[in-house]
C-alpha cells in the first residue's frame, strides 16, 4: 500500500514539473493577464445593406463621343452571371487617386427560408449615398457569433465569436472558439487606430487543455521590436498585425480600398505570430452566393498564397461580405491534413450604437 502512494505521489510531483516547464517556455508576458475588456453593449443587428463603391475619377469627355457599344451581359465562366460587378481597379502599387461614391444594386441568391433584400430596404438612396462623406469612419463596436464544425480525429462541433471593440483611439479584437466542451481558445489583440489602420500593441493567446489548465502565450509590440512569446526580440515592420486584429485589419483595408476587392487581387501584411514574424498574403477569389440566416448574399473568398505559411502552421482562409461592411461571414481554419474547423456566421452581427 506505502509503495503504491508513493507511485501516486511521484506521478503527480512529475506532472506538476512538467506542467510548470511547459508554461516557462511560453516566453515573456506568461505570467501576467491579458488587459481587461473594453465596456461595450452591443444592442442592435447589423442587416445587409448596399456597400458604397468607390470608382476612380471619370477621364475628360471627347468633344464628339462614339455612340455606346450595347452591354453585354456577364458570362464569366468563374463568376455566376448575377454575380455582384466587382469595382473599378486599382493597380496593387498604386494608391487609389480622385474618387466618386456611387451605389450599385448586386443581385443575391434566394435564402432558405429568408426573404429576399430589395434595394430601398437594404441600402440609402443613391443621393444621399453620393452626399456622404469620404472620410473614413471606424465602424461601431462589433460582435459576430459563428457556429463551428469540422474534423479532428473525428468530426467536431463548437460555437465562437469575434469581437471588435473600440472605446476612443483604442480597440480590442477579441476572438474565442470553442470546440465541445472540452477546448476553448481565445486570442486578444489589444492596441491603437491609425491613420494607416490597427496598431497592435500587446497580444495574447490562451488554450484551455484538460489536465494541463490554461497556458498563454504572449506577443508584445514595444517601438521597434516586437518580443514573441518564446522570449525572442525582432525588428518591428510597418503595418505589422497580430493572428486576431487581421480580420479587423482587413474590413478597414477594404472598408478603405473597395476597388481592390476583386477576383486576382493581392493582399499582404506583416504578421506576427508566437514563434515569428514573416509576409502574409491573400488572393481575392471569384465572389460566392452564400444563403446565411442574415439573409443571402455574396462573399469574396481571400485564400492564403502559398509559402505564406509553415507546415505545422494554421492555415486561414475567410470570406468578406461588402454588404455587411466588408466583414469575414466565413472562416476557415486547417491544419496540416489532420484538423479542420469552418466557421459560419450564425445570424446577424450586433454592434453597439453610433
Do not use: C
Amino acid at each position: 500500500m506505502a509503495l503504491g502512494l508513493l507511485v501516486i505521489l511521484v506521478s503527480v510531483l512529475h506532472l506538476l514539473v512538467v506542467q510548470r516547464v511547459w508554461q516557462s517556455r511560453l516566453g515573456a508576458g506568461s505570467a501576467d493577464k491579458p488587459p481587461a475588456p473594453i465596456d461595450v453593449a452591443f444592442v442592435q443587428a447589423l442587416a445587409p445593406a448596399l456597400p458604397p463603391v468607390v470608382a476612380a475619377a471619370a477621364p475628360p469627355r471627347p468633344r464628339r463621343a462614339a455612340p455606346a457599344a450595347p452591354r453585354r451581359a456577364a458570362s464569366s465562366p468563374e463568376v455566376p452571371a448575377s454575380a455582384p460587378e466587382p469595382a473599378a481597379s486599382a493597380p496593387p502599387d498604386e494608391a487609389p487617386g480622385p474618387v466618386d461614391v456611387v451605389q450599385r444594386e448586386p443581385e443575391v441568391p434566394a435564402a432558405e427560408g429568408a426573404e429576399p433584400a430589395s434595394a430601398a430596404s437594404a441600402a440609402a438612396s443613391p443621393a444621399s449615398a453620393a452626399s456622404a462623406a469620404l472620410a473614413f469612419d471606424w465602424p461601431p463596436s462589433t460582435q459576430l457569433s459563428y457556429t463551428v464544425s469540422g474534423s479532428y480525429r473525428g468530426p467536431v462541433e463548437g460555437s465562437a465569436k469575434v469581437e471588435w471593440r473600440r472605446q476612443d483611439s483604442h480597440y480590442q479584437v477579441r476572438v474565442t472558439v470553442g470546440v465541445g466542451a472540452v477546448v476553448e481558445r481565445r486570442m486578444l489583440s489589444d492596441g491603437e487606430l491609425t491613420p494607416d489602420g490597427l496598431k497592435p500593441h500587446r497580444y495574447d493567446q490562451e488554450t484551455d487543455i484538460p489536465l494541463r489548465g490554461t497556458q498563454r502565450e504572449t506577443v508584445r509590440f514595444d517601438g521597434d521590436t516586437i518580443t514573441l512569446a518564446n522570449g525572442k526580440t525582432v525588428p518591428t515592420m510597418p503595418g505589422v498585425q497580430d493572428a486576431a486584429s487581421q480580420f479587423v485589419q482587413l474590413t478597414w483595408y477594404f472598408l478603405t480600398h473597395p476597388a481592390r476587392l476583386q477576383p486576382g487581387q493581392e493582399v499582404s501584411f506583416p504578421l506576427a505570430l508566437p514563434r515569428r514574424v514573416g509576409s502574409w498574403r491573400y488572393q481575392v477569389l471569384p465572389p460566392e452566393p452564400m444563403a446565411l440566416k442574415v439573409g443571402a448574399l455574396w462573399a469574396y473568398p481571400l485564400k492564403p498564397l502559398p509559402g505564406t505559411f509553415k507546415p505545422n502552421e494554421v492555415a486561414v482562409q475567410m470570406w468578406i461580405a461588402p454588404t455587411l461592411q466588408y466583414l469575414p461571414v466565413r472562416i476557415t481554419m486547417n491544419w496540416r491534413d489532420e484538423a479542420m474547423l469552418d466557421m459560419v456566421l450564425d445570424g446577424a452581427p450586433l454592434q453597439a450604437a453610433h
